[in-house]
C-alpha cells in the first residue's frame, strides 16, 4: 500500500477532515438557526435524522436549542474529526491505527451503552460524548488510511460483483 | 485489484441480508436508533472482513479502496433486505417494539419532547406500496454513505498485504506434464 505520505492522499485526507468539519459545523448551524428563527433548521435536522433518535433530553444544547444529534453520535463525530485531522498532520499515526485500537476505544462506549441497558445509571451527556470520543477518533484514523489509499489506487476492480473466479482456481483456465 | 480477486457476492450478500434482517427485527432494530446506524456499519465492515477472508485464500490482496466497495454493495443488499423483512414483519406483528419504546421514552421525556413522541405514536401500523418504496430508497441513502464508511475502515483493518513478488506461473508451465517418475 501507497504511504499516507503521497501528496494526493494526503490532500483527500484532508478533503475527508474538511468535510467531517462541515458535518460538526451542521450541527451548530441547525441549533444557531432555530434559536435565530431562521428557516430551514428543520431541513438541516432532517439531514441527520436518519442516523440519530434526536431526543433532547439526550443532546447537548448550542444557542439554547438541542444539538441535531445525541451526546454519544457527536462524540462520535467529534472524534472522527480530530482523528482525520490527525492522520493529515501526522500520517505515521493513521498507519499504526488498527483494529486492536478500535476494539480498545470502543470499550467505554459500549459500556456505557450497556450499563443503560441493564438499567444502572449511565453517564450523562457531556462524559458520555467524552467516552464516545476515542473510538471516533480511532475510526477517523483508520478511516484516514482507507481515504488515502482510495486516493492513491482508485477502487480499482471495484465492480467484480460477479466474478467467474473462485477461492483456488486458476486464472485464465476454463 | 488483481485479476484473480474474487467476486464480491458471496461476502456483501451474506453481510447485507444478515444485517438487513437484523435492522427489521422488533426490538434489535432500535440498536440502529440507538446507536448511531450500528447495525449498517457493522454490515459493512463485517462484509469487508468476510471478503478479506476470500482475498487471503485467493492470495491476492485486499485494499482499504476494495472495503469501500465491498461495504457500498453490502449497504445494498442492507436496504433491500431490511425493506423486504420490516414489510412482513410489520403485516405480521406491527411497530410494537417501537411503540413501547416510545411510550417508555414519553415517561422521562422534557415537555418540549412530548409532542414529537406522540406524533410518532399516533401514526397507524400499515405498509403502504409508496410508502415501502420510500423507505427503500432513504434506507439506501443512509446504508450507502454508512455502509461504505464501514467497509472503508473494515478494509483499513482487515487489509491483505500482495503477495511477495515471485516468478509468476505461465500458461507453458501450466500445460506442461508434470515430470514422471523414472522407471526403476
Not at chain 1, 463525530?77 to 480530530?82: L, N
Not at chain 2, 478479506?52 to 445494498?76: H, K, M, N, Q
Not at chain 2, 413501547?100 to 399516533?122: H, N, T, V, Y
Request: proline share 8%.
Amino acid at each position: 500500500m501507497r504511504p499516507v505520505s503521497n501528496t494526493a492522499a494526503r490532500s483527500a485526507v484532508l478533503a475527508a477532515s474538511l468535510l467531517a468539519a462541515s458535518c460538526l459545523a451542521g450541527l451548530a448551524l441547525a441549533s444557531a438557526l432555530e434559536a435565530r428563527g431562521i428557516g430551514g433548521a428543520e431541513v438541516v435536522r432532517a439531514a441527520y435524522a436518519p442516523l440519530c433518535h434526536q431526543l433532547p433530553a439526550r443532546s447537548l444544547h448550542f444557542a439554547g436549542q438541542p444539538l441535531p444529534v445525541c451526546a454519544r453520535c457527536l462524540g462520535l463525530y467529534a472524534g472522527g474529526f480530530g482523528g482525520l485531522f490527525l492522520a493529515w498532520l501526522i500520517p505515521a499515526l493513521g498507519k499504526r491505527a488498527n483494529g486492536r485500537w478500535l476494539v480498545i476505544a470502543l470499550l467505554p462506549t459500549i459500556v456505557d451503552g450497556l450499563a443503560r441497558v441493564l438499567g444502572w445509571p449511565g453517564a450523562a451527556n457531556l462524559p458520555r460524548l467524552v467516552l464516545a470520543l476515542p473510538a471516533g477518533m480511532v475510526a477517523g484514523l483508520l478511516l484516514a488510511e482507507g481515504v488515502a489509499d482510495l486516493a492513491a489506487h482508485g477502487p480499482a476492480g471495484a465492480w467484480r460483483l460477479l466474478g467467474s473466479h473462485r477461492p483456488g482456481s486458476v486464472p485464465g483456465r476454463g | 485489484m488483481d485479476d484473480r480477486s474474487p467476486d464480491m457476492l458471496r461476502s456483501t450478500l451474506t453481510a447485507g441480508v444478515a444485517f438487513g434482517t437484523l435492522g427489521a427485527i422488533p426490538y434489535v432494530r432500535l440498536i440502529n436508533i440507538s446507536c448511531c446506524c450500528l447495525l449498517v456499519t457493522a454490515c459493512g465492515f463485517l462484509a469487508a472482513y468476510l471478503y478479506s477472508r476470500e482475498c487471503r485464500l485467493a492470495r491476492v490482496a485486499f485494499r482499504p479502496g476494495a472495503g469501500a466497495t465491498v461495504g457500498l454493495i453490502a449497504g445494498a443488499f442492507y436496504a433491500l433486505s431490511q425493506t423486504l423483512v420490516g414489510a412482513v414483519v410489520v403485516i405480521a406483528v406491527g411497530n410494537d417494539d417501537v411503540r413501547r419504546a416510545l411510550g417508555w421514552l414519553r415517561q422521562f421525556a422534557p415537555p418540549e419532547s412530548m409532542e414529537q413522541i406522540d406524533q410518532l405514536l399516533s401514526q397507524p401500523d400499515a405498509v403502504h406500496p409508496a410508502g415501502l418504496v420510500l423507505e427503500f430508497f432513504m434506507s439506501l441513502l443512509v446504508a450507502a454513505v454508512v455502509s461504505t464508511l464501514g467497509g472503508l475502515v473494515g478494509g483499513t483493518t482487515f487489509r491483505v498485504a500482495p503477495p511477495a513478488a515471485g516468478p509468476q506461473p505461465t500458461d507453458r508451465d501450466i500445460d506442461r506434464e508434470p515430470p514422471s517418475l523414472p522407471n526403476v
